[in-house]
């Protein structure tokens, strides 16, 4: 059995037919915004292996990291033990975050986060007596990952999810904010959306322990880029019906979004954050939950006192050391010229797909680049013309989108725009 037939008959991929799992690509190696396949064939990354390796492939500030790590250590358990890769990943992190927002949960995946994430704000609340507050309130079209829980706060239709629907706990949805981002803000609360989640947290804020969503850009959900003045309003309203406010940067944190969180575009900070993705440049599975010394210290002076959760592999010192490199070279600050230089040439060899029969909508955020047909686009299409195009992309649902290493030239970055653009002419 060849390579590839053994993977089609007996390895899952993510949302994928098992049965028909259909073409797949033999990537043999990765390095910068390239993969190169085992028969030479290469293409670039425009999907960053889904937002993750910001820096591109096999950053040699990140490998050394880990190298050097896997010749001292590469675990240890993290209860009773610590160690100075998660420490020095720690003093960067609260370094770089909002002022308060400094009490650090190493987990293993996003999902991981947003359940960790969830849990915290129940448990914060069962603290201060407030029994009845398990519930969670969001945005429709948001995505928070695959686990149970964090499967119940994705919106309940197009989320991935539906078909556990009667397994999942209910949880409490409103429209998603409608003022997109860069839009007019109306301060009257029944156009800007500011109404429906007034309306919830008055009836059932009781039994409400946080809002949760992805502030500015809803990534798997949609590509969705909304106003940020709604995520002032919502921080307020929250306030006032002493719910949390749980934001999952897990996509859109170090810089994507053009500034290094999405949060920095409404200048608001949550009461407990989300990170993942590209926390290791894209090297290797990590997340982090990150809570206010208030939920923490509530959590902290309960009668449980500790917070009921510590994953096998908390803090793994190889991830940590990867995130130390991938945070050094954000610190060197090279991103924020790089990011706005990338929005500005997609922002310009974008615009001529807005005039493409069957193209809904054309928009650019930072690194992110969405082309939005206005009917599904078949990914298919675009895994058959990547080995042609140089440039592997994978739409889902009505979008074609990138949003590729912030080291790609711009020459490269023609070519992903370019290929968009050919798709978006082709999938009409
Ligand atoms: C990818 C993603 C997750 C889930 O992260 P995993 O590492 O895949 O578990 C959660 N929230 C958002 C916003 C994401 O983009």
């Given at each position: 059995?060849?390579?590839?037939?053994?993977?089609?008959?007996?390895?899952?991929?993510?949302?994928?037919?098992?049965?028909?799992?259909?073409?797949?690509?033999?990537?043999?190696?990765?390095?910068?915004?390239?993969?190169?396949?085992?028969?030479?064939?290469?293409?670039?990354?425009?999907?960053?292996?889904?937002?993750?390796?910001?820096?591109?492939?096999?950053?040699?500030?990140?490998?050394?990291?880990?190298?050097?790590?896997?010749?001292?250590?590469?675990?240890?358990?993290?209860?009773?033990?610590?160690?100075?890769?998660?420490?020095?990943?720690?003093?960067?992190?609260?370094?770089?975050?909002?002022?308060?927002?400094?009490?650090?949960?190493?987990?293993?995946?996003?999902?991981?986060?947003?359940?960790?994430?969830?849990?915290?704000?129940?448990?914060?609340?069962?603290?201060?007596?407030?029994?009845?507050?398990?519930?969670?309130?969001?945005?429709?079209?948001?995505?928070?990952?695959?686990?149970?829980?964090?499967?119940?706060?994705?919106?309940?239709?197009?989320?991935?999810?539906?078909?556990?629907?009667?397994?999942?706990?209910?949880?409490?949805?409103?429209?998603?904010?409608?003022?997109?981002?860069?839009?007019?803000?109306?301060?009257?609360?029944?156009?800007?959306?500011?109404?429906?989640?007034?309306?919830?947290?008055?009836?059932?804020?009781?039994?409400?322990?946080?809002?949760?969503?992805?502030?500015?850009?809803?990534?798997?959900?949609?590509?969705?880029?909304?106003?940020?003045?709604?995520?002032?309003?919502?921080?307020?309203?929250?306030?006032?019906?002493?719910?949390?406010?749980?934001?999952?940067?897990?996509?859109?944190?170090?810089?994507?979004?053009?500034?290094?969180?999405?949060?920095?575009?409404?200048?608001?900070?949550?009461?407990?954050?989300?990170?993942?993705?590209?926390?290791?440049?894209?090297?290797?599975?990590?997340?982090?939950?990150?809570?206010?010394?208030?939920?923490?210290?509530?959590?902290?002076?309960?009668?449980?006192?500790?917070?009921?959760?510590?994953?096998?592999?908390?803090?793994?010192?190889?991830?940590?050391?990867?995130?130390?490199?991938?945070?050094?070279?954000?610190?060197?600050?090279?991103?924020?010229?790089?990011?706005?230089?990338?929005?500005?040439?997609?922002?310009?060899?974008?615009?001529?797909?807005?005039?493409?029969?069957?193209?809904?909508?054309?928009?650019?955020?930072?690194a992110i680049g969405v082309i939005e047909m206005a009917t599904p686009v078949d990914p298919s299409i675009a895994h058959r013309l990547a080995p042609e195009t140089g440039v592997w992309l994978r739409p889902f649902a009505r979008n074609i989108y990138a949003m590729p290493p912030y080291t790609i030239t711009p020459e490269e970055l023609r070519r992903v725009t370019s290929a968009m653009v050919?798709?978006?002419?082709?999938?009409?």
């Amino acid at each position: 059995m060849t390579p590839l037939a053994f993977d089609a008959r007996h390895l899952w991929h993510p949302y994928t037919n098992v049965a028909k799992p259909g073409p797949m690509h033999l990537i043999a190696e990765a390095e910068g915004v390239w993969l190169t396949r085992d028969d030479g064939v290469r293409m670039i990354d425009a999907m960053s292996s889904w937002w993750c390796a910001i820096h591109g492939h096999r950053h040699p500030a990140i490998t050394s990291a880990m190298a050097e790590q896997l010749g001292r250590m590469p675990h240890v358990m993290f209860g009773g033990l610590t160690h100075t890769p998660a420490i020095e990943l720690g003093r960067k992190l609260v370094a770089m975050l909002p002022e308060g927002l400094d009490r650090i949960f190493y987990c293993d995946s996003g999902s991981v986060s947003v359940e960790v994430a969830l849990k915290m704000a129940v448990q914060y609340h069962k603290a201060r007596g407030r029994d009845a507050k398990v519930g969670f309130a969001t945005i429709r079209g948001g995505y928070h990952g695959d686990t149970w829980k964090a499967m119940s706060v994705c919106d309940p239709v197009n989320g991935m999810h539906g078909l556990f629907r009667g397994a999942l706990s209910i949880q409490h949805f409103v429209p998603r904010p409608p003022v997109a981002f860069g839009a007019p803000w109306p301060e009257d609360p029944a156009q800007n959306g500011l109404a429906a989640l007034a309306q919830l947290l008055a009836e059932q804020g009781e039994k409400i322990a946080a809002l949760i969503l992805e502030p500015v850009v809803q990534g798997a959900g949609g590509m969705y880029f909304y106003h940020p003045e709604w995520l002032r309003g919502a921080r307020a309203l929250c306030d006032a019906h002493d719910v949390l406010v749980i934001f999952d940067e897990i996509a859109t944190g170090f810089g994507r979004t053009g500034e290094m969180f999405a949060m920095d575009h409404a200048g608001i900070a949550p009461d407990i954050l989300c990170l993942g993705k590209a926390l290791t440049g894209g090297h290797i599975s990590f997340a982090a939950t990150v809570a206010t010394a208030e939920v923490a210290h509530t959590i902290g002076d309960s009668a449980a006192g500790v917070f009921m959760h510590g994953p096998t592999y908390m803090a793994n010192p190889l991830a940590c050391a990867a995130g130390c490199a991938s945070l050094g070279l954000l610190e060197a600050g090279a991103w924020r010229g790089q990011v706005a230089a990338i929005a500005q040439q997609m922002q310009a060899e974008l615009a001529p797909a807005r005039d493409l029969p069957g193209v809904a909508d054309v928009r650019v955020l930072g690194a992110i680049g969405v082309i939005e047909m206005a009917t599904p686009v078949d990914p298919s299409i675009a895994h058959r013309l990547a080995p042609e195009t140089g440039v592997w992309l994978r739409p889902f649902a009505r979008n074609i989108y990138a949003m590729p290493p912030y080291t790609i030239t711009p020459e490269e970055l023609r070519r992903v725009t370019s290929a968009m653009v050919a798709l978006a002419g082709g999938a009409a």
